[in-house]
């Protein structure tokens, strides 16, 4: 079926193109009309190969609600140029990041957080995907299914490893050549260029830390500049310094994420049934939209 698809806004730009705010008709997923889209659009050739590998990951997650949904893709020729372009669900709420930016969250909303964030990893282990850069600015945030609540989404699938790739893939060729962000990369995939599910595990622990801190995760690691991350994980052996204003449940909880060996990591599954995340926990409540520090008082 053809897709009207208008692009009304830039929301961002990266080394793989441009993001939009657009409005498509005619989507069967959700029903017919206009209806507001985010739009990864490139003309770049590679570019555009790396949008197609996404769009062929996330038709695997159409029933997972922890993860984006894509609505398909479409060729449009611009200025006489073809355009790749990727249709995906809009987040009006922006990404994590930008909430992380206004401040340290609670530890019961930290726990909401986390909880999504490890429903969707799971999804993704399941089905034999390493996602390679989970980050604060790859999850963005939705309305819930309630007024007062709210949904994560883990997006950007562009770096994420297939299991076809896996099989064709040889760690000693991968030396200085990172797939992901340096800063949220686990110590092995560093040093020896391996990309297991224990990656993400590794990248969620810098994720919650931020959560907790509100602080960038450099800075939280005590050191002056970025650069010198790498420099302190591969030869310091260094992990990321845990809060002691946290709980002992939060400490435990980011020591399992940290493990310096990715066989002793805990996996996603392993973690939803960490004490941390109980649904019986003492300190544990629903994050409320109307009650919260206006983490959603921004537009996009």
């Known amino acids: ?16 193109g441009t993001v939009y705010r657009g409005v498509l008709s ?11 889209v985010a739009v990864k659009s490139t003309s770049i050739p590679p570019c555009a190969l790396s949008l197609r590998k996404e769009e062929n990951i996330l038709n695997n997650f159409s029933r997972c609600p922890e993860i984006v949904q894509c609505y398909g893709s479409e060729i449009t020729v611009e200025d006489g140029v073809c355009v790749a372009n ?6 009006p709420y922006g990404t994590l990041s930008d909430l992380i930016k206004k401040g340290a969250f609670s530890e019961n909303q930290v726990r909401v957080f986390t909880g999504m964030l490890l ?4 999804c993704i282990h399941r089905m034999g995907f390493v996602h ?31 299991s076809e790739e896996k099989k064709n893939f040889d760690p000693r060729n991968w030396r200085f050549r990172y797939r992901g962000t340096p800063l949220y990369m686990s110590p092995e995939s560093v040093t020896m260029g391996e990309i ?23 800075k939280s690691w005590r050191i002056e500049r970025e650069d010198d991350f790498l420099c302190r994980l591969v030869f310091l052996r260094a992990k990321p310094r845990i809060p002691e204003t946290v709980s002992m449940e939060c400490r435990d909880f980011l020591s399992k994420c940290f493990d310096r060996e990715s066989d002793r990591r805990w996996s996603a599954d392993m973690l939803l049934k960490h004490p941390f995340l109980a649904p019986n926990h003492p300190r544990r409540s629903s994050f409320n939209l109307n009650t919260s520090r206006s983490l959603f008082s921004y537009g996009t």
Do not use: H
């Open 1 to 16: 079926m053809a897709l009207y698809l208008v692009k009304e806004k830039v929301l961002g730009k990266g080394s793989y």
């Open 26 to 36: 005619d989507v069967p997923q959700i029903g017919y009309g206009g209806v507001t």
């Open 86 to 91: 990727l249709i995906l669900e809009y987040a």
């Open 119 to 122: 429903r969707g990893l799971s």
């Open 132 to 162: 390679c850069d989970l980050k604060p600015e790859n999850v963005l945030v939705f309305p819930g299914a309630e007024m007062t609540s709210y949904q994560l989404k883990i997006a950007d699938f562009g770096l994420a490893m297939t």
């Open 196 to 218: 297991e599910p224990e990656l993400d595990i590794w990248s969620l622990g810098c994720v919650v830390l931020e959560m907790v801190t509100g602080l960038p995760l450099w």
